[in-house]
């Protein structure tokens, strides 16, 4: 009688491994710590394995093996996937310890390793399957560091909040230079992306005010960097997605921050028009501080619900002005100031606004405060909140399109491939090029001025409609297949594709410096798996 084998060899596979994983695990870490099971039942599984060799770390904070669904969700709420434990680092150390201890295990183990910050991923980005999620905003390391000098920073941990920032910040009269347009996401987060907001035009993304980084690389070595130490590390790290190492530290850019802003909306009909001003605006010597916009599709009542906020300037006018069925664009500006200023800043704005070509009776301004104003966001997420419209998928698109295709984009997306913008809001706005550091791993479209388009949708469970998943996700794939097939230069802002050919095209002639750097700082491919641009136990290519 035949004997089966296969069941024979896949567990001898599997017994095999636990020795090696014993044997490494049985080697003294810094500060003495061993293995401490004696015996392991052979029928154990690898993530009864893994579990083992994690069991034998000595860390200040603590890996939790059970109730981890929190880190097996994201924004997106389009993907679950369940780590095998999440560390609570209460030191850079445990962060240092435990990828340090997966990667001396090597091809053996399949554990990976990914950090989330505040959650705010769209496509599972931060999560690691089986693996090992560190639950940055847990660890907090040294406190805020202020430095008031003559080139003000602030030292934060990767795992702090920007709305904390701003608030420590302002305590001494100062403040970051570049934004997001929401503030309730971690610093590395944002650092491992690029972060971008209305500011960028000016002071470029937050990448670009970075001074200084503390790196936990993908073989656990803590690595201090900057442009004039360890800089190939220090730009690998900005905008790259996690993939060379995990920020556990920053020192960011500051300047003086201002007490008030002027807060301004137009409307335009007319998108050549529109999108001539926006251009004209960031690329002027005297400048607003703050340039974005959005699309505006089928929507009726528009400037009646700003009127809760913003006062018009020609209000018998405004009242007539109607939107019904017609595509608009907004331009929205601010102008920072403090209160002895009001008069002055009004004639500049005045000033400013000479020559540009809006609808005369949409204009409509607010004073408010500067925490308001970057905060602004935060006040449209507790509303949704309240309602249980926080925590649904948002498939959201973002796309760097360059300046000369934005046109015919606009003209095949707006209003044919998006009939409305009901589903959410469409961001569009330019930035300048010569604002971004092209050392770092973050890919832009190769023209001098490219636009952020956003389109931030939010679909309704359960909707088998224009508003449900299904249907935003295969108009979503309409605009990216209309962008392949006649858009090459575009490219996507917190890109998300499935297969390495795809990432290679998105990553162009920066593919071979990312293969290298991944080589170098991470040859185990073991960390952001949920990128979805290496695989461990796969060669690079």
């Given at each position: 009688m035949r004997v089966p084998t296969s069941g024979f060899i896949k567990k001898s596979i599997i017994v095999l491994k636990l020795y090696i994983i014993l044997y490494i695990s049985c080697i003294p870490d810094s500060r003495n710590h061993l293995f401490a099971a004696s015996i392991i039942p052979p029928h154990f599984g690898s993530s009864d394995i893994s579990t083992y060799a994690l069991q034998t770390l000595g860390l200040d904070g603590y890996l939790s093996f059970e109730n981890n669904h929190?880190?097996?969700?994201?924004?997106?709420?389009?993907?679950?996937?369940?780590?095998?434990?999440?560390?609570?680092?209460?030191?850079?150390?445990?962060?240092?310890?435990?990828?340090?201890?997966?990667?001396?295990?090597?091809?053996?183990?399949?554990?990976?390793?990914?950090?989330?910050?505040?959650?705010?991923?769209?496509?599972?980005?931060?999560?690691?399957?089986?693996?090992?999620?560190?639950?940055?905003?847990?660890?907090?390391?040294?406190?805020?560091?202020?430095?008031?000098?003559?080139l003000p920073y602030v030292d934060v941990s990767a795992g702090e909040l920007w709305i904390n920032i701003l608030h420590e910040t302002l305590k001494q009269g100062?403040?970051?230079?570049?934004?997001?347009?929401?503030?309730?996401?971690?610093?590395?987060?944002?650092?491992?992306?690029?972060?971008?907001?209305?500011?960028?035009?000016?002071?470029?993304?937050?990448?670009?005010?970075?001074?200084?980084?503390?790196?936990?690389?993908?073989?656990?070595?803590?690595?201090?960097?900057?442009?004039?130490?360890?800089?190939?590390?220090?730009?690998?790290?900005?905008?790259?997605?996690?993939?060379?190492?995990?920020?556990?530290?920053?020192?960011?850019?500051?300047?003086?921050?201002?007490?008030?802003?002027?807060?301004?909306?137009?409307?335009?009909?007319?998108?050549?028009?529109?999108?001539?001003?926006?251009?004209?605006?960031?690329?002027?010597?005297?400048?607003f501080d703050y340039i974005e916009g959005f699309v505006v599709i089928n929507r009726t009542g528009l400037l009646n619900n700003w009127r809760s906020s913003f006062n018009p300037k020609e209000p018998l006018q405004a009242g007539k002005f109607n939107s019904d069925g017609k595509i608009f664009y907004c331009l929205e500006i601010a102008k920072y100031f403090n209160l002895d200023e009001i008069n002055f800043m009004n004639k500049k704005v005045e000033s400013l606004l000479t020559g540009l070509s809006y609808i005369p009776s949409t204009l409509f301004t607010s004073e408010v405060t500067y925490v308001d104003f970057l905060d602004r966001v935060h006040v449209s997420e507790n509303k949704l909140r309240a309602k249980g419209l926080w925590e649904i998928p948002h498939p959201w698109l973002n796309l760097l399109i360059p300046r000369s295709q934005i046109h015919d984009f606009a003209q095949k997306v707006f209003g044919n491939i998006l009939k409305d913008s009901s589903n959410g809001p469409i961001i569009i706005y330019p930035v300048n090029k010569s604002k971004w550091n092209n050392k770092t791993s973050f890919v832009t479209p190769d023209e001098d001025i490219f636009y952020l388009v956003a389109f931030l949708s939010s679909a309704v469970p359960s909707s088998v409609g224009t508003d449900g998943l299904e249907h935003i996700l295969e108009q979503n794939q309409r605009i990216l297949d209309y962008?392949?097939?006649?858009?090459?230069?575009?490219?996507?802002?917190?890109?998300?594709?499935?297969?390495?050919?795809?990432?290679?095209?998105?990553?162009?002639?920066?593919?071979?410096?990312?293969?290298?750097?991944?080589?170098?700082?991470?040859?185990?491919?073991?960390?952001?798996?949920?990128?979805?641009?290496?695989?461990?136990?796969?060669?690079?290519?």
């Open positions: 929190q880190a097996a969700t994201d924004f997106g709420k389009r993907y679950h996937l369940l780590p095998l434990a999440v560390l609570h680092p209460n030191s850079v150390s445990d962060i240092s310890r435990t990828i340090n201890h997966i990667f001396r295990m090597g091809y053996v183990s399949d554990l990976t390793v990914a950090a989330r910050g505040h959650g705010h991923s769209i496509q599972g980005q931060a999560q690691a399957y089986n693996g090992v999620v560190i639950s940055m905003e847990s660890f907090q390391g040294p406190e805020m560091k202020i430095n008031a000098g003559n100062m403040a970051p230079k570049s934004w997001t347009d929401y503030l309730h996401l971690t610093v590395g987060g944002t650092l491992s992306n690029a972060g971008i907001s209305g500011q960028a035009f000016r002071h470029g993304p937050q990448i670009s005010n970075v001074y200084q980084l503390e790196v936990v690389t993908g073989k656990g070595e803590v690595v201090a960097c900057s442009e004039n130490q360890n800089a190939d590390l220090f730009h690998a790290v900005l905008g790259g997605l996690g993939q060379f190492g995990i920020i556990t530290r920053a020192r960011i850019s500051l300047e003086k921050a201002p007490k008030m802003v002027k807060w301004i909306r137009m409307l335009y009909s007319d998108f050549a028009k529109f999108t001539r001003d926006q251009e004209y605006l960031i690329s002027s010597m005297d400048q962008c392949i097939e006649y858009h090459p230069g575009v490219k996507q802002y917190l890109p998300h594709y499935n297969s390495q050919e795809e990432w290679r095209s998105h990553f162009g002639l920066k593919w071979q410096t990312i293969l290298q750097r991944k080589s170098m700082y991470d040859p185990l491919a073991i960390l952001a798996p949920g990128q979805r641009i290496f695989q461990k136990g796969i060669p690079f290519l």
